[in-house]
């Protein structure tokens, strides 16, 4: 077992630092929505949407 870790020492490491960067992003996206920030510019006079995405059903 600690020759398969020792093997893949690098790919375990890299796979484990891209994981943490998915999750603080999603981390921050759901954030940033509590706090009721945009993902975009907010101009919604220019957006083809015209104001629907921030409708509440």
């Not at 999603?26 to 509590?34: K, L, P």
């Not at 919604?44 to 104001?51: A, E, I, S, V």
């Amino acid at each position: 077992m600690i020759e398969i870790l020792t093997q893949h020492l690098g790919t375990i490491v890299v796979s484990l630092v891209i994981i943490l960067l998915v999750v603080l992003a999603v981390w921050r996206i759901i954030a940033d929505r509590r706090t009721g920030k945009h993902s975009c510019g907010g101009d919604c006079g220019n957006c083809p949407m015209g104001g629907q995405c921030n409708k509440r059903g």
